[in-house]
């Protein structure tokens, strides 16, 4: 069997699925484990898949790839690109894109354990393959551990993934220390009194209140977190309000954080209800209602791992970077296996830009952006170097 990968990941690409809606994904991911012959465990945590390739006696290594789209409108022009629509959280139908690369992190493990499988008499362990959902909402890694996921599988001597990164590709990038973010998420509702708009001394004016506290909240991070530091404080939605003329009772605000560290992490969400509790009170509404989300801690790639996978890759790819103590504010859950199974995490970036783009000077698309498109065909192989250059170093 050779899988054709390219056209596998044009498929996936062609068909993103929102957070535990996985489904269509997870099958194609549990048929092909079954045709490479992997033991398949499907409906971890939700819509996870998990495969063990047990090899003779050695190490365990856990590979992750996480599975999950983003509700986003795709303007790459690809003639794959994708027009499907799902239905989020809140019940609303959404159009569905692959803007963080959760399509290629899919078939860059399928390749590496096609190719573990094809050379298995070369090495000897076990490999298990957990293909997570809900990474983007920061709930798939947890709920797979929910359901059982160091009990039920071989346990880890180490974690490893890659996540695709706007670099060029054929670079391969590897941290050592703090690598990513941690991530806070949080919904406050601010309760007021509702009023006819020309009587707004009836009222209690909760987007007032709310518009303030927003205001208020940028000086988080320039004010309270210091320069040598980093936190990132976003508020990303806002929701009050049905008319002109009416003043609501309540309003709604979500907001996104990211920290260096947990210190940091700490200050930050205080601060956050500090000042949402004050504004409140200055605008003599009612206490306001805080929902915290399960967030993502600071992911830490362990330093005797990463310069082993480093030294891996760099054997086997163009240019391989140490990213020293450089920390991206994106955050991750991937962490949270290493984790809960007591063992080293490694995880990387690996390119997936046009270098051209880089020579001409061109805007090059982040992460999440509808604009997003890696050059997938040459991008391909090189994830699946580093992914199988990873694993070998770490079984025998």
Known sequence: MTLDLFSLYQDLHAHPELGFQEHRTAGI??????????????????????????????????????????????????????????????????????ACGHDIHVTWLLGALERLVDTRQDWSGTVVAVFQPAEEVISGARAMLEDGLVDRFPAPDVVLG??????????????????????????????????????????????VTAASAVVRLQTVVSREVGPNDAGVVTVGSFHAGTRPNIIPDTAVIEISTRARNEDTRARIVASIERIVRAESEAGGLAAPTIERAPGADVLVN???????????????????????????????????????????????????????????????????????????????????????????????
Do not use: K
């Open 29 to 98: 991911v549990a048929s092909e484990l079954e045709q490479l012959g992997l033991d398949v465990t499907t409906g971890v945590g939700g819509t996870g898949v998990v495969g063990v390739l047990a090899n003779g006696e050695g190490p365990v290594v856990w590979l992750r790839a996480d599975m999950d789209g983003l509700p986003v409108e795709e303007r790459t022009g690809l003639s794959y690109a994708s027009t499907h629509r799902g239905v989020d959280e809140t019940g609303t139908e959404v159009p569905t894109m692959h």
């Open 162 to 207: 890659q996540h695709s990164a706007p670099i060029p590709v054929g670079t391969v990038a590897v941290g050592s220390g703090p690598v990513m973010a941690s991530s806070d998420r949080f919904t406050v509702t601010f309760n007021g009194r509702g009023a006819h708009g020309s009587a707004p001394q009836a009222s209690l004016d909760p987007i």
């Open 302 to 396: 362990d330093a005797d791992q990463a310069a082993r996978v480093l030294e891996a890759v760099a054997a086997v790819v163009p240019r391989a970077l140490d990213l020293e103590s450089g920390l991206a504010m994106a955050s991750e859950d991937v962490g949270q296996l290493a984790t809960a199974a007591g063992v080293p995490l490694v995880y990387w970036f690996t390119g997936i830009t046009d270098p051209g783009l880089f020579e001409r000077g061109e805007d090059i698309p982040s992460n999440h952006s509808p604009f997003y498109a890696p050059q997938a065909e040459t991008a391909i192989p090189v994830g699946v170097d580093a992914l199988v250059a990873a694993t070998r170093a770490n079984v025998r």
